[in-house]
């Protein structure tokens, strides 16, 4: 990058440090209180709510990830995580807020508790910290300092751990002191920067991808050349129909990413647990929704004109460089190299210092969001609930800074490790996809079947992953009672009603449905079919919504249909 470009790097860095740590700031004298610090004081209205939803989800593994998917076969089919996500978040506004914003969540573990007990709490709340740092803290420090590597330096790795610490210490600098208040607000700034950022690029990589020029005649000549890369649904016969398996995207397994990752992901629904009141939550999400539909504008559609690029069809002009960092593997593969490209080879100078500063507030944002999600879960569900259940408010909040700052150095010393020639969106996607599925089937029947027990959602927790592996590799080993015999459970018995090898969003949703039947069956065995004492009393006024939210959600729903319609 040229010197005009780092410094408006730099100035956007500085900036976004400051307005997080302005915006958290409290009255002089005043100490932060848990509230303050893991719900940003409960005072989220919902233009705010639907921006920090977006920034903290929109990362590295979509910017990066999904524009290497949209390189690959898959192309704009990829996008149906964003427009299936639209749908969902009207579901998760109308049916999960009421109930989460009328218990006073801090976390989605202490849901777990009131519902069921303790003991599960605790389990999955070790569960998701291990998630959040392992794999989602790991992958997005990955992804973003491999692109700042390709952008700012030759792609060969000399910037990339320059790049891992940077993007880990602006992250730190604003969200360790201030919390979800600093997160949230600031994300305000960086949706609306990754936005213009990413339809900058998408522009300027269009508008030169013909001779003659121009972004609309650019669009259409690539939807012309690569007709194949714009079907939402894929056929049988595509090679990638294992990873979005047909019409399965719509009616299988995608809903169980979908409602888990939405529904009951601490890093994202924290951000509704902490709005005015339920009815700022819910237009928050319809906020939201319409956010997730630009998506594939500036994240699939970018990676499809990369390919165009790379492939050279007829009536495509010569990039101003060479597109040798987009070799992939095979014909079909992914290529995480797609997105830096295009913004270190169209992007002119000045610009580039912004659309590289979208970059990384799509990054910082998730960094930031995951940082305060691990403290708050770490906080308020192990260390107060098994160490030190009186714990002042000022303790409270240190000891969730140490926990955010540990989470992060793991992460970054692990980062550097992980790699998959796949596209690491769906290696992330497929292994989350383990034990989205059971965990999904607790809360669901936990809020809406009253005869769900503790004893049950227990069992279903440790099931699911047996049943997800057991779908995935064939193969379950058990140990019998008297612990010398193993008896192997070929994938072939079963082959007739489980096939081996079957797309990994199959796996899930079959998965889903078999831990459903095992909690129901153990639950009506526990209480002979009685409610259990801790079943969530539900009226049709819970979910009533209001005029605002109906037609906002009524609208996505048109637009979802018409866009599934066009490119089918």
Not at 94 to 101: A, D, G, L
Not at 111 to 116: M, P
Not at 123 to 138: K, P, Q
Not at 359 to 378: E, G, K, P, Q, R
Request: hydrophobic share 55%; with cysteine.
């Amino acid at each position: 990058m040229e010197t005009l470009d780092i410094i408006v790097f730099i100035g956007y860095a500085l900036v976004i440090i400051g307005l997080g740590l302005y915006m958290s700031r409290t009255k002089k004298g005043e100490q932060k209180t848990a509230e303050d610090y893991f719900l940003a004081g409960k005072s989220l209205p919902w233009w705010a709510i639907g921006a920090s939803l977006i920034a903290a989800n929109i990362s590295a593994e979509q910017m990066i990830g999904m524009s290497g998917q949209g390189f690959g076969a898959i192309g704009l089919a990829i996008a149906s995580y964003e427009f299936m996500a639209a749908v969902t978040l009207i579901i998760v506004a109308k049916y999960f807020m009421p109930i989460f914003i009328k218990k006073g969540l801090y976390t989605i573990p202490d849901f777990v508790e009131q519902r069921f007990s303790v003991e599960l709490k605790t389990i999955l709340a070790i569960f998701w910290i291990a998630l959040f740092t392992f794999i989602n803290l790991t992958t997005v420090l990955l992804l973003g300092a491999l692109a700042l590597d390709t952008i700012v330096g030759t792609g060969t790795g000399e910037f990339f751990t320059y790049g891992l610490i940077g993007l880990a210490f602006v992250a730190a600098a604003y969200s360790l002191y201030g919390g979800l208040a600093a997160v949230a607000w600031t994300d305000v700034l960086q949706v609306g920067l990754l936005i213009l950022g990413g339809l900058i690029t998408s522009y300027l990589a269009l508008d030169k991808v013909t001779p003659e020029g121009g972004a609309m005649a650019g669009l259409s000549h690539v939807m012309e050349v690569v007709p194949e890369k714009f079907h939402m649904i894929l056929d049988k016969s595509h090679p990638l129909f294992k990873e979005l398996p047909g019409i399965a995207v719509l009616v299988g397994g995608m809903w169980i990413a979908n409602m888990y990752y939405w529904g009951f992901n601490q890093y994202i629904i924290q951000r509704a647990l902490a709005a005015k009141s339920i009815g700022e939550a819910q237009k928050g999400l319809v906020f939201a929704g319409f956010l997730k539909l630009l998506i594939p504008l500036i994240v699939v559609i970018p990676g499809i004109v990369a390919y165009v690029y790379y492939a050279q069809p007829p009536g495509t002009a010569m990039p101003p460089v060479g597109t040798e960092g987009l070799i992939p593997d095979s014909e079909f593969a992914a290529n995480d190299k797609a997105y830096p490209w295009l913004i270190s080879t169209f992007i002119p100078t000045g610009l580039k210092g912004l659309v590289v500063a979208a970059l990384a507030a799509a990054i910082v944002s998730s960094l930031a969001s995951m940082m305060n999600s691990i403290s708050t879960i770490f906080t308020m569900d192990i260390y107060r609930e098994h160490f030190n259940p009186n714990a002042s408010e000022k303790e409270t909040v240190n000891v969730g800074r140490i926990a955010a700052a540990s989470a992060l150095i793991i992460a970054c010393i692990i980062a550097p490790f992980l790699t998959s020639s796949r596209g690491i969106f769906n290696v992330i996607q497929e292994y989350t996809g383990l034990v989205s599925p059971g965990i999904l089937a607790i809360f669901i029947l936990g809020l809406f079947w009253k005869k769900t027990t503790n004893k049950a959602a227990i069992y279903g927790a440790i099931f699911s992953i047996v049943i997800a592996l057991y779908l995935k590799v064939g193969t379950i080993m058990v140990e019998l009672a008297d612990g010398t015999k193993k008896l192997w459970i070929e994938g072939k018995a079963l082959e007739f009603l489980f096939p081996k090898n079957m797309p990994f969003m199959d796996q899930m949703g079959l998965t889903f449905l078999l831990t459903c039947g095992l909690i129901a069956m153990i639950s009506y065995m526990q209480n002979k079919g009685v409610d259990d004492p801790k079943g969530i009393p539900l009226q049709k006024e819970t979910f009533k919504t209001s005029s605002a939210f109906n037609i906002g959600a009524f609208v996505i729903l048109i637009l979802c249909a018409i866009i599934y319609s066009v490119f089918w």
